[in-house]
C-alpha cells in the first residue's frame, strides 16, 4: 500500500496537501485542472521533491530517507529517458546494470522483456531508428527489468496518436496485473483514465483528494474537475 499521510508539497508559492491511500496492485489515474500538481504529486513520490510536511510510505515504510534511485519505484516520462547513442538492448540493459556488464542469464532477461513488449529482433537498432510506439515500448521493457513494485507514469504516450496510445495503455495494465505492480498515472485525458485505471485521484485546489472509482469521478464531477472537463 502506497499512504500519503497529511503529507504537504511546496515547489515555490505553490503547495497541496494528500492525506490517503493507495490499496497495493491498484491503477490509479491522476486526474485535474493544468498546473494544480499531478506531476508534483508523482516527482514527491519519486524523491525529487521532499516533503515540507507528513510522510510518503510504502508497504509501510517512510521513503524519506531513500534517494529516488532506491525507491521501490521506476517512472516513465513522456521522452522516455531513452540514451540517443546506446542501442535497445543497451537501453533496457540499463534497468538491470547502469554498467551494462550483463551476464549470460541478464541477457537472457533482456531478450525475454523486448520480446514480452513486441520488439524481438530489434536490439540491435538505436532509439532514433524506431517509432514514437516502440521508443515507449524500449521504456517499458527497461521498467519491466527494474521490478520495481509501484511504477509512476507522467503522460509518457501523449504523443503518441490514440490508437497506438490505447495499445500502450493495455500493455502496461497488462504487464503491472502480470507483475502485481502499483500503477500512478498523470492523464490529460479522460477516456485513457476510463480505459486504464479503475481508480482515480483528483488533484484540485491544492489536495488531492482520495481514490474513487474512475467512471464515479468522470459521470458525476466535483465542480472543479467538471470546470476542467468542460461539462
Ligand atoms: N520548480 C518549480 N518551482 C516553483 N513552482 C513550480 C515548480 N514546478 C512547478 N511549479 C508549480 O507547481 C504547480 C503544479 O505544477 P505541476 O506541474 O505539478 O502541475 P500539473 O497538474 O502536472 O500540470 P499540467 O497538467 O499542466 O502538466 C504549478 O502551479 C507550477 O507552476
Redesign the pocket.
Known amino acids: 500500500m502506497l499512504v500519503f499521510e497529511r503529507a504537504r508539497i511546496v515547489?515555490?508559492?505553490?503547495t497541496m496537501a494528500a492525506d490517503f491511500a493507495v490499496p497495493e496492485g491498484a491503477r490509479v489515474a491522476v486526474i485535474?485542472p493544468?498546473?494544480?500538481?499531478?506531476?508534483?504529486l508523482l516527482a514527491a513520490v519519486a524523491g525529487f521533491i521532499p516533503l515540507a510536511e507528513g510522510r510518503i510510505l510504502w508497504a509501510g515504510q517512510d521513503l524519506a530517507p531513500l534517494a529516488p534511485g532506491a525507491r521501490p519505484l521506476s517512472i516513465l516520462f513522456q521522452d522516455q529517458n531513452l540514451f540517443p547513442h546506446l542501442t535497445v538492448l543497451q537501453n533496457v540493459g540499463l534497468g538491470l546494470r547502469p554498467d551494462l556488464r550483463l551476464d549470460r542469464g541478464q541477457q537472457a532477461q533482456v531478450a525475454a522483456a523486448l520480446e514480452r513488449v513486441g520488439l524481438a529482433g530489434l536490439g540491435a537498432r538505436r532509439p532514433a531508428q524506431l517509432s514514437g510506439g516502440q521508443q515507449g515500448r524500449v521504456a517499458l521493457a527497461r521498467a519491466l527489468l527494474r521490478a520495481r513494485p509501484l511504477l509512476l507514469l507522467d503522460e509518457p504516450f501523449a504523443a503518441l496518436g490514440p490508437a497506438l496510445k490505447a495499445e500502450m495503455l493495455d500493455l502496461v495494465a497488462e504487464i503491472a496485473a502480470e507483475t502485481g505492480s502499483t500503477v500512478l498515472m498523470?492523464s490529460?485525458e479522460p477516456a485513457d483514465a476510463r480505459r486504464f485505471a479503475p481508480l482515480s485521484v483528483l488533484?484540485a485546489e491544492g489536495r488531492a483528494e482520495p481514490p474513487l472509482p474512475t467512471a464515479t469521478l468522470l459521470d458525476s464531477p466535483p465542480p472543479a474537475l467538471a470546470a476542467y472537463l468542460g461539462h
Open positions: 515547489q515555490g508559492d505553490f485535474g493544468s498546473g494544480a500538481g499531478k506531476s508534483t498523470v490529460h488533484v
